[in-house]
């Protein structure tokens, strides 16, 4: 019977599965590209701590933002079988559960690593829980440029968390995270849209159409080429870095410019915009991974 399902404990799982472990993956790797490659040292176990920090304080802004939509989570496809909307969990659980692992992993980050990085970090919540989910997301069409300044706050977090104070180089990671979250979510809209429409989300693609979609995408894209290479313009990295934010930026247009010309209704099993998506992860990983191999390769004086 379902009724005595419902009543079963809630299990360990619906809890880990509320910080949306596959999304927490990616901010957990650029948070610590960010610290490992800050020109500053930091003691492993406060480095790790950070991190940690970093992980928590997103599963708990996860948390916050299934509690939120738990309604609009059970009217979509792709979301139906999360702990809420499938009735494994009650939402004020959700909701305490997200409350406590974000108050907790700020207190943790700033009492041990430093109150500036523990501060960004608590923005960095805020802005997710709260102005992304609550009030951008079902306003404005435009939900995903402005809140895509959550999931670029990590590799800025880790860096301050390693040197105490920020600089133009954070910055500058913030903001390629910033610029490629829109072609990356974007992407993944075109062929979810039916979803977003069912619950009433203006995503861009239920608002303005396919079409309009796709040129953002590619407009986002050829902006995002250019801004990953003025760490290396500016001397924040090297070479290493350099090539790869090239090579990687001219293969992250051109799957965008498949999709910009892409017309609709065309018969492809393989969608560009499937091809984007997923190329679009490894992009990040690849960057990111370039710019901390970069940074050691010039402390161990070997770099090309």
Not at 39 to 59: D, K, M, Q, S
Not at 89 to 102: H, I, K, N, P
Not at 178 to 184: E, V
């Amino acid at each position: 019977m379902n009724d005595s399902k419902l009543l079963l404990p809630t299990d360990w799982r619906d809890f880990f599965a509320l910080t949306k472990p596959r999304v927490m993956s990616l901010v957990i790797f650029t948070g610590l590209c960010g610290l490992l490659a800050a020109p500053a040292t930091i003691h492993p176990v406060l480095g790790f701590t950070a991190i940690l920090c970093i992980a928590i304080a997103a599963g708990g802004a996860a948390a916050l933002n299934q509690w939120w939509e738990a309604d609009i989570d059970a009217g979509m496809k792709r979301t139906a079988g999360r702990p809420l909307p499938a009735g494994r969990m009650d939402r004020e659980s959700a909701r305490d559960f997200g409350v406590a692992l974000s108050a907790g992993a700020v207190l943790l980050m700033g009492l041990a690593v430093n109150w500036l990085s523990a501060a960004i970090l608590a923005l960095s919540v805020v802005y997710y829980a709260w102005f992304y989910t609550v009030w951008l997301k079902p306003r404005t069409p435009q939900n995903i440029v402005i809140g895509g300044g959550a999931g670029a706050f990590p590799p800025m977090i880790g860096w301050i968390a390693a040197t105490g104070h920020i600089s133009l180089m954070p910055v500058l990671l913030f903001l390629i995270i910033f610029m490629w979250t829109p072609p990356h979510f974007w992407a993944l809209a075109l062929f979810v849209q039916t979803d977003y429409a069912k619950v009433g989300i203006p995503m861009l693609p239920v608002v303005a159409g396919e079409r309009t979609t796709r040129r953002h995408i590619l407009a986002y894209a050829a902006l995002l080429l250019p801004l990953t290479l003025v760490p290396w313009a500016i001397g924040g990295a090297g070479r290493i870095y350099g090539v790869a934010a090239l090579l990687l930026g001219i293969a992250f247009l051109a799957l965008a410019t498949q999709v910009g010309l892409r017309q609709s209704g065309e018969d492809d099993p393989m969608r560009p915009e499937k091809r984007l998506f997923g190329f679009s992860i490894l992009y990040l990983f690849v960057l990111f991974a370039a710019l901390v191999a970069d940074h050691w390769a010039s402390i161990e004086g070997w770099q090309p």
